[in-house]
């Protein structure tokens, strides 16, 4: 993804967030960091609330980028949290969302995090297998306590993954298969410590066709539906999980909202759908969305030299720090902050790598930008999510990267 200074206003982070005022963090660079704006997050999920239906929720998903100030500025929002840890439900917390707007959702939950999860009253605690279902009816008997709970179901469906992330549909160690939920729901229904009242499905992200994502929302819908005429399944809740994308290559463009807000308005319409969802919470668990656009992360070009013919721009920042390129196989948009701000014209393909021993060290093997030079701050975009946490940061024990505000 190709930006120069007249154009660099069409991604989110600089259409909030002009270049100019950049220049300290540029000036006063030391090390590797991520820069985050508050205000784009407040953006996307104010794109949410405009376009979706009010009957849907919104829970963030922590893991996507935990930062406390970050958690403090959603709770402000409005927004409940996904959690998937111990320290996960702590942090939000600490962060003043209320135990009741908080879920606890992953395949392998210990028996200390369901400890404290029933004793802390959370909402609900989405359930995987038959045996994290008999254990948390066991740690809720001794503390006479019942327990909300969803099941998490692998259905036959799912809305197509670019790159390999949750991993759609098939063999999964996420949730319990379609076919076993029946068995599922009478034993839940059969024992004294737990309340199922409904399902969690999820498992694709970074979807960039609404349509998907509503086709995907009418399945979980109507799954719900299903097990509710069939198997009594008493549904209060619905939790549809995450997925929806950004744009993060020059092919790609940004998610329709407005209108998958029209097709899930069209989808109300119905009679059955309607009567049946006015009694239900539905809730969307944001990560990406709400908290990718809104990072940075910035690095200095310590070396450029040429192999084989290509230019090659070596940085003090690597996957250490930002490992998502490697891990994903999905590349960054790229800006040469400093490139831009003297609006140097001439051009060039470079292939950005790291400072760590491994080829793996790699952000983009053929990133277009002005001419680059040693001394110069690049910006990697689209880094607040699945970034700063989601690294490996003692890998060739560097100086870890550390994260600032912009506002
Ligand atoms: C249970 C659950 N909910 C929500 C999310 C957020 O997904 P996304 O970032 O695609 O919105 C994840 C991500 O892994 C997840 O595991």
């Given at each position: 993804m190709f930006f120069n200074k007249s154009d660099i206003g069409k991604h989110r982070f600089f259409k909030i967030n002009k270049l100019e005022s950049l220049k300290p963090f540029i000036d006063n660079y030391k090390s590797p960091f991520y820069l985050y704006s508050k205000k784009v997050i407040e953006h996307q999920y104010e794109l949410f609330r405009k376009n979706i239906p009010g009957n849907f929720n919104v829970f963030y998903a922590q893991k996507s980028n935990p930062n406390k100030e970050i958690l403090k500025f959603i709770h402000g929002l409005g927004a409940g949290c996904d959690t998937a840890s111990l320290m996960e439900m702590k942090n939000a917390m600490d962060a003043g969302f209320d135990n009741l707007h908080l879920m606890l959702t992953g395949p392998g939950k210990t028996e200390e995090e369901l400890k404290f999860a029933i004793s802390e009253k959370i909402l609900s605690i989405n359930v995987e297998s038959f045996q994290e279902l008999e254990l948390i009816n066991t740690i809720a008997k001794q503390t006479d306590i019942k327990q909300d709970i969803l099941v998490r179901i692998n259905p036959p469906f799912d809305s197509s993954e670019k790159n390999r992330i949750i991993g759609g549909s098939g063999i999964s160690k996420f949730g319990i298969d379609l076919d076993q939920i029946p068995e599922f729901i009478e034993l839940a229904q059969s024992m004294s410590n737990v309340n199922l009242n409904g399902i969690h499905i999820f498992n694709s992200s970074q979807i960039l066709d609404?349509?998907?994502?509503?086709?995907?929302?009418?399945?979980?819908?109507?799954?719900?539906?299903?097990?509710?005429?069939?198997?009594?399944?008493?549904?209060?809740?619905?939790?549809?999980?995450?997925?929806?994308?950004?744009?993060?290559?020059?092919?790609?463009?940004?998610?329709?909202?407005?209108?998958?807000?029209?097709?899930?308005?069209?989808?109300?319409?119905?009679?059955?759908?309607?009567?049946?969802?006015?009694?239900?919470?539905?809730?969307?668990?944001?990560?990406?969305?709400?908290?990718?656009?809104?990072?940075?992360?910035?690095?200095?070009?310590?070396?450029?030299?040429?192999?084989?013919?290509?230019?090659?721009?070596?940085?003090?920042?690597?996957?250490?720090?930002?490992?998502?390129?490697?891990?994903?196989?999905?590349?960054?948009?790229?800006?040469?902050?400093?490139?831009?701000?003297?609006?140097?014209?001439?051009?060039?393909?470079?292939?950005?790598?790291?400072?760590?021993?491994?080829?793996?060290?790699?952000?983009?093997?053929?990133?277009?930008?002005?001419?680059?030079?040693?001394?110069?701050?690049?910006?990697?975009?689209?880094?607040?999510?699945?970034?700063?946490?989601?690294?490996?940061?003692?890998f060739l024990s560097h100086k870890k990267a550390y994260e600032e505000f912009i506002n």
């Amino acid at each position: 993804m190709f930006f120069n200074k007249s154009d660099i206003g069409k991604h989110r982070f600089f259409k909030i967030n002009k270049l100019e005022s950049l220049k300290p963090f540029i000036d006063n660079y030391k090390s590797p960091f991520y820069l985050y704006s508050k205000k784009v997050i407040e953006h996307q999920y104010e794109l949410f609330r405009k376009n979706i239906p009010g009957n849907f929720n919104v829970f963030y998903a922590q893991k996507s980028n935990p930062n406390k100030e970050i958690l403090k500025f959603i709770h402000g929002l409005g927004a409940g949290c996904d959690t998937a840890s111990l320290m996960e439900m702590k942090n939000a917390m600490d962060a003043g969302f209320d135990n009741l707007h908080l879920m606890l959702t992953g395949p392998g939950k210990t028996e200390e995090e369901l400890k404290f999860a029933i004793s802390e009253k959370i909402l609900s605690i989405n359930v995987e297998s038959f045996q994290e279902l008999e254990l948390i009816n066991t740690i809720a008997k001794q503390t006479d306590i019942k327990q909300d709970i969803l099941v998490r179901i692998n259905p036959p469906f799912d809305s197509s993954e670019k790159n390999r992330i949750i991993g759609g549909s098939g063999i999964s160690k996420f949730g319990i298969d379609l076919d076993q939920i029946p068995e599922f729901i009478e034993l839940a229904q059969s024992m004294s410590n737990v309340n199922l009242n409904g399902i969690h499905i999820f498992n694709s992200s970074q979807i960039l066709d609404h349509n998907k994502i509503l086709q995907n929302t009418k399945d979980v819908i109507n799954t719900a539906i299903h097990f509710n005429e069939h198997n009594d399944l008493k549904v209060k809740r619905i939790d549809l999980g995450g997925g929806f994308g950004i744009p993060y290559s020059e092919d790609e463009s940004e998610m329709d909202i407005n209108s998958l807000g029209e097709g899930l308005n069209e989808f109300f319409k119905e009679e059955k759908i309607r009567k049946f969802s006015e009694k239900v919470e539905m809730y969307f668990e944001l990560g990406r969305y709400l908290s990718g656009l809104c990072g940075i992360y910035l690095t200095k070009v310590l070396y450029t030299k040429i192999s084989r013919g290509k230019n090659i721009a070596v940085t003090d920042g690597g996957v250490h720090h930002l490992v998502r390129p490697a891990l994903i196989g999905q590349n960054h948009p790229i800006v040469n902050l400093t490139a831009l701000l003297e609006e140097r014209t001439s051009k060039g393909n470079y292939l950005i790598a790291g400072p760590l021993c491994t080829s793996l060290d790699e952000f983009d093997d053929n990133a277009e930008l002005p001419e680059t030079k040693p001394g110069d701050i690049l910006a990697i975009l689209n880094a607040g999510a699945y970034g700063f946490t989601e690294s490996m940061p003692d890998f060739l024990s560097h100086k870890k990267a550390y994260e600032e505000f912009i506002n």
